[in-house]
């Protein structure tokens, strides 16, 4: 009778199975339909106590749960495009402009290739909501998952049917998820993605992201190809180094640097408050914040180049206004709430979000010997960094140098290159000078406990031991982000925009950049760049002449010496 039961059961599911497949038989490719009807006779034949009967069931509910044929219609209108992400978005022109010109490549083809987009930048920008904003955009589907310390390849492709308890990896459950073959997948975090001893996700990965591979993916538990060639991948990361170099060959990088001071003012105006007031249950009228207040917040606590630590102290201000009007409320005859109205402004910012934390960036007025001004960039995005040298020992013959701030080994070689090469010009320009030959000097760099390494900071680690060896100070209110070779040639550096933003911050007005990233600033929007002196170099006598106040085209330092020295001569010898 219990045998019965279940050949009745087994007939029943394996008559819904074909009543499901039956409306799309035509779309389903040939060789999952080749393999959905020889597991549905292979269930006729397994007997009813078999344990293949349920594992069985699972696998073909999977295969033919998959949305096989089934697309979104997706949007080819440029106008309605531009304004969902203007909508969604402050700024961030050259990201919206790469989707809308990803749109339009895709209306003139009339055909649509999945693509592989990695969005770059600093914690708190956006980035995964600029990826909801891109699937709203182009109207398709939109699913996420992180990869951030993932170290098992059976996430992403699956676990095979021989094994207990085995399922699909994520790429199978998202299209069954989403219910169409060509949805957004974000990928959150891939800079994170783990590794262990047996397993590499990032070569699983590589598979699915593949534009080459991925029309022929295969997950290991259904052991059949799909097709993920119209999949739009959309991937996030902090940084890109960290990103397996494979990978990384793959993907459109669109960097996405933070936002300046006007531009969170912005974003806090017209979505943050608005936003955090509606979760609070608070009227809109009854909290007035001031720009001054909001400017002060942003520059004296929410430094970060995004927008979620500025979220988070919005929130911090309206949860103590609630408390505030609860409390009052409650303290009256009657228990309503209160409906006093608050002013935030500069003056009692701290009562709602306590002192301030940070501080300006800009440690001197006026730079002292041996002390000059560096940009550098972290996961977190730019600061000002200040190299600091000093003559620890002199002597005959005890030139050397000692280095601290915790270094990597770039920064290491480069201070070691810089010393030789300030050393070389020394020699050019006063050749009487023996100062670095007789000196052992310490070579420093403030906030030591935090890890420093990157090719951007030789030319003002060479500045630094001029300064010392000529007691002359640099220039006032300049910042120098440079590297050079052991020849003197300047090199490019990254994060442009970052260091910028982080010179601005410390009312920087002349700037060094090597020529190289001429273009870089110039891409830059014309309010980051306003007020700037800003100067393009490619070689190390360029930046002497303009960061010890030396006009350009102006003699050399020993020529000028040699030349008075010359007139002294010549007019003491009149007089004898």
């Known amino acids: 009778m219990q045998e019965t039961a279940q050949t009745a059961d087994e007939s ?4 819904n199975i074909r009543v499901r497949i039956e409306p799309i038989k035509e779309k389903i490719p040939k060789h999952v339909l080749k393999v959905i009807e020889e597991e549905l006779a292979k269930l006729v034949m397994l007997e009813s106590s078999s344990s293949c009967v349920e594992s069985t069931y699972d696998y073909l509910d999977w295969l033919t749960m998959l949305p096989w044929g089934n697309f979104s219609d997706e949007n080819f209108d440029i106008q309605k495009a531009e304004k969902i992400l203007d909508n ?35 914690p708190g920008v956006g980035k995964t909501s600029i990826g909801r904003s891109i699937a709203r955009a182009l109207g398709l589907k939109f699913f996420r998952f992180s990869v951030g310390g993932l170290s098992d390849v059976d996430e992403i492709k699956g676990l095979r049917r021989s094994y207990d308890g085995a399922l699909p990896g994520k790429m199978v459950k998202c299209l069954r998820s989403v219910g169409t073959l060509n949805p957004l997948v974000l990928i959150d975090e891939i800079d994170k993605l783990g590794k262990s001893s047996s397993d590499d996700p990032g070569s699983a990965l590589l598979e699915l992201l593949d534009p080459e591979q991925n029309a022929d993916f295969r997950d290991l538990y259904l052991d059949v190809t799909i097709d993920l060639s119209k999949v739009l991948f959309v991937c996030t990361a902090n940084v890109l180094d960290k990103i397996p170099t494979p990978l990384l060959d793959r993907m459109e990088v669109i960097n996405i640097s933070g936002y300046i001071t006007d531009d969170k003012m912005h974003i806090a105006r017209d979505h943050l408050l608005k936003t955090t007031c509606m979760e609070c249950g608070i009227k809109p009228e009854q909290v007035v914040v001031r720009d001054a207040a909001l400017r002060s917040l942003i520059e004296n606590y929410c430094r970060e180049p995004g927008v979620r630590n500025l979220q988070k102290h919005i929130e911090k201000i309206y949860r103590k206004i609630a408390l505030k009007l609860v409390r009052e409320g409650a303290s009256a005859e009657t228990p309503e709430v209160s409906v006093k109205n608050f002013m935030i402004d500069e003056s009692n910012l701290a009562d709602y979000v306590g002192k301030p934390v940070l501080y300006a960036d800009k440690i001197y007025e006026q730079t002292p010997v041996g002390v000059v001004m560096g940009l550098s960039t972290k996961s977190t995005g730019g600061s000002t960094l200040y190299i600091e040298t000093t003559s620890v020992e002199e002597g005959e013959g005890k030139g050397g140098l000692h280095i601290t701030g915790q270094l990597g080994d770039v920064m290491k070689e480069s201070a070691e290159i810089a010393h030789t090469v300030a050393r070389r010009i020394m020699l050019e320009k006063e050749p009487k000078n023996l100062f670095f030959a007789n000196s052992k000097l310490h070579l420093h760099i403030p906030e030591g406990a935090t890890p420093k390494d990157g090719p951007s900071a030789g030319c003002t680690m060479i500045t630094s031991f001029l300064s010392l060896a000529m007691k002359k100070p640099v220039r006032k209110d300049l910042a120098m982000t440079v590297e050079v070779t052991l020849t003197g040639r300047i090199l490019p550096i990254g994060g442009v925009k970052e260091k910028t933003i982080a010179a601005r911050r410390s009312q920087v007005k002349m700037m060094i950049f090597p020529e190289g ?41 020993n020529f000028r010496r040699s030349l008075t020295s010359f007139m002294w001569d010549l007019l003491s010898g009149c007089f004898q």
């Open 517 to 557: 990233n001429r273009r870089d600033f110039d891409e830059l929007a014309c309010n980051l760049k306003e007020g700037l002196d800003v100067h393009f170099v490619d070689e190390y006598e360029q930046i002497f002449e303009l960061a010890f106040g030396y006009n350009m085209g102006s003699p050399p330092l």
């Open 88 to 122: 969604d978005h402050y700024g961030l022109s050259h990201v919206k402009e790469r989707i809308l010109e990803f749109i339009a490549v895709r209306r003139l083809k009339g055909t649509s290739k999945g693509k592989v987009i990695c969005l770059s930048g600093p």
């Open 12 to 15: 029943l599911f394996s008559e």
